[in-house]
């Protein structure tokens, strides 16, 4: 049974940092492509950002993220993170983690998360 978990989320003022985490189980990180996606209300999901399995590690970011946000992954604990600083209010949304990475891509078998919540506020 393939699963993800996303934690890490919270409420953060303006210019702070969070880093969310994603695990799973039934399969390992480096398995799949793995990515992260928000969805503010109102407003269209968006790829923030995906790393490559294992055969190819390279990295991948959303144009409003990129320098801001870094994501990376931990094999060993099959898990992976994405870690947020500089946090603008614009960045409030619930963020999920997902395998494939079809806004960068990747086009895999998709298996979502349940999100968490990150409020950027002051």
């Known amino acids: 049974q393939v699963q993800l978990v996303e934690s890490g989320g919270g409420l953060v003022q303006p210019g702070g940092s969070l880093r969310l985490s994603c695990t799973a189980s039934g399969f390992t990180t480096d398995y799949y492509a793995i990515g992260w996606f928000r969805q503010a209300p109102g407003k269209e999901r968006e790829g923030v950002s995906c790393i490559a399995s294992s055969g190819d590690a390279s990295t991948y970011y959303a144009y409003s993220v990129k320098g801001r946000f870094t994501i990376s992954r931990d094999n060993g604990k099959n898990t992976v993170y994405l870690q947020m600083n500089s946090l603008k209010p614009e960045d409030t949304a619930v963020y999920y983690c997902?395998?494939?990475?079809?806004?960068?891509?990747?086009?895999?078998?998709?298996?979502w998360g349940q999100g968490t919540q990150v409020t950027v506020s002051s």
């Open positions: 997902a395998t494939g990475c079809p806004d960068f891509g990747f086009f895999e078998e998709e298996y």
